[in-house]
């Protein structure tokens, strides 16, 4: 795929930690007036992903900074608010409908073709988190090589309403479908009673899933524009933990989400064990020896 670098856009995915992607949209030449940006923007690199806009619009920078909190902590990594972006079209498929689908009737998200949608290409097998604005009454998709999968998403949901509180929802995906189009619902320390429709909060968080070697991803709200400002790559899930720092009363940190042993990890020990089928991505059947992204009786896991 052929990048298009903007000038003084070469070292702006530099970090301490080579599995950041921190954005700089500084650096990449948005202001805070929208501006238009071409297909394949670079974003970041680092070793493991290239990160970039998958289509022309309009964008600008936006510190996704929110309730206080504007650092994201990924395995003890820090990634920044401040260097975001968003842009200015809705995500829209060929027949210009949100890609969100219809779980209701069935109906599988569509891959965009236009609007705020950001690309990835995975350059070893693992997992992606893209840190954003997260909304609890929006739905995000996310498609491998051009079809729907599914992700986890964590996000703090601290107001004035709803304090000390976190929201996360695992979305399945290859025909489980279970997008969340209305609200988040799984919120934490929050009576129940209202409906989830009601809950709209919006909060700092981030929506992660796997990838392999060669594939090509995309990401995207539907029905708005999100706004990012990194990524991170990583092995394994990671515990996920947001701060606030520049604030003459810092926020204290706050965990989002603890990686459990229900995640997705590396498993290869507990298939060889269970002398379990395996296959790869292209449905094939591998051996115990595969090195990659595996699918075990419907679930993706990584073999070492």
């Known amino acids: ?10 070292a702006f995915a530099t970090s301490v930690n080579a599995q950041v992607v921190q954005f700089d949209s500084e650096a990449i030449g948005m202001t805070d007036t929208a501006n238009e ?36 902590k ?14 200015s079209a809705n995500p829209k498929d060929v027949n210009g409908n949100s890609p969100a689908g219809n779980v209701a009737e069935g109906t599988a998200p569509s891959v965009p073709v236009s609007g705020c949608v950001y690309g990835i290409t995975a350059k070893a097998d693992g997992i992606v988190y893209v840190v954003a604005k997260l909304s609890s009454n929006k739905a995000y998709t996310v498609f491998e090589d051009g079809a729907a999968i599914g992700y986890k998403a964590a996000m703090e949901a601290n107001n004035a309403a709803f304090p000390d509180s976190k929201l996360f929802v695992e979305v399945k995906g290859e025909g489980e479908y279970n997008l969340v189009t209305t609200a988040i619902d799984q ?26 070697n060669g594939g090509k991803y995309l990401f995207n709200a539907c029905g708005s524009k999100a706004s990012v400002s990194g990524m991170y790559f990583a092995t394994a899930e990671q515990d996920v933990v947001v701060e606030g720092t520049d604030s003459e009363a810092p ?6 989400y603890t990686a459990g042993a229900d995640g997705i990890a590396n498993v290869a020990a507990t298939a060889k064990a269970e002398n379990a089928r395996m296959f790869n991505l292209a449905g094939q059947e591998v051996g115990k020896n595969f090195k990659g992204i595996v699918v075990v009786n419907g679930k993706k896991f990584m073999n070492k």
């Open 251 to 256: 926020k204290d940190a706050f965990t989002i």
């Open 1 to 10: 795929m052929k990048k298009v670098f903007l000038l003084a856009a070469v």
């Open 187 to 212: 919120l934490e320390h929050i009576a129940t009673g209202d409906p989830a429709s009601e809950i709209k909060v919006n909060g700092l968080g981030v929506i992660w899933f796997p990838v392999y």
């Open 74 to 87: 990924i395995g003890g990594n820090e990634v920044l608010t401040k260097g975001g972006m968003q842009g």
């Open 37 to 72: 940006f071409p297909a394949e923007t670079a974003l970041g690199s680092n070793d493991a992903i290239d990160a970039y806009l998958a289509f022309t619009d309009s964008y600008k920078a936006s510190n996704i900074k929110n309730n206080d909190y504007n650092v994201v």
